[in-house]
């Protein structure tokens, strides 16, 4: 049976009919070839996602933004040579969420790096890379290997289905399908991914304050560390430590010192301002903040708001010396991937331990104020590091 006949195109729509049509630009199988698709690879990172962003409002409900999108409904690819299928999919699904279609598994998995779904179906049987390889290839992509993957197959025996689920497929669906069992299983899945992507972001946030935790931040410095060793750009880091916090949780017991930690967090958090920026807990009353990109002077800068800021809160600290109110210190340091007798490598352990050293040196000083790191040069190697605000 041709499932094109499933549903004439006279009732389809005038939405899924839009569907259809943008189903069709990003492919170059059967119809003239497109600059869509090519555009979306050559363009800089940046105008790749913006391009990405304005086919998916296209494609899906031009009155809406993408991103209140991604916050209110879910993302949904479908992918199938065939477009009847695609339509009676579509027309099926509509109400679901986002949705985006491909009719290649080339053109999908674009669309999918572009921006991860929260499920897919694809047909298993597709010319060039079928929907095995497809999903396979989805598995070992860190970005898109949580994505639950159903597969839409006319072979319903076993040897097909093992073959699926051994490529990592969380269901089947039999053509022809049928709207009652399609809405039911992308609805398990859906529920799925967002029960583990709850659990996912749960696993990396500071319970107390809110902020990313300790397990994150060193997830990020690992990968900050590798990229700045990669592109040779200047990796900064700040350590901050509340001034005197055993004295305040002495004085005013733990459930103040647990609001006295809360406010720090939420205060310094939004210092930093650009996406790559992480402000986390290390751990008791320390913060780690970590800015790619950015030398020892802007880091420095960003160390003297975090002091200032915090000071501004005007929390009452009645065993603090320091206008008796909460302070704190804050040690930086920059990693340069060119490695010189003054500069530290950008390795995880070399940062924190220069980053921690300006910490202390901080202390020392006196509390309530910022230093920065400055490493042994070749000439001055004996006289070992000093700090300097
Ligand atoms: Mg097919």
Sequence with gaps: M????????SDIDPCLKNHALMAVVPTSVSFAPTDSTATLHDQ????????ATSLDNAVSQPSLDRGALAEQSPSLLIIDDDPGIVQVLGRMLAGLGHLRFALSSSDALRLAREDAPDVVLVDAEMPGINGFEFCAQMKIDPYLAEVPVIFITSHGDVENEVA??????????RKPPTAEVVVARVRTQLRLKALSDALRRAALVDGLTGIANRRRFDEQLQTECDRSMRSGDPLSLLMIDVDHFKRYNDHYG??????????????????????????????????????????????AHLAQRVVETVAALRIVHEGSP???????????????????????PASAQALLGAADQALYAAKAAGRGRSLTYAAPTLTDELAGPTCRA
Excluded: K, W
């Design 44 to 51: 800089d990172p940046i105008r790749r996602r913006r391009t």
């Design 322 to 344: 320091l206008n008796l109110v909460v302070t704190v210190s804050v040690g930086v340091a920059t990693a340069h991937s060119h490695v010189d007798g003054a500069n530290i």
């Design 164 to 173: 699926g689920f051994s490529a990592g497929a969380a269901d089947f669906i």
């Design 2 to 9: 041709n499932e094109r006949r499933l549903v004439p195109s």
């Design 254 to 299: 733990h459930p103040a010192g647990d609001s006295c930690l809360r406010a720090v967090a939420s205060a310094i958090q939004g210092l930093p301002n650009r996406p790559a920026d992480q402000v986390a807990r290390y751990g008791g009353e320390e913060f780690a903040m970590l800015l790619p990109d950015t030398e020892l002077a802007g880091a």
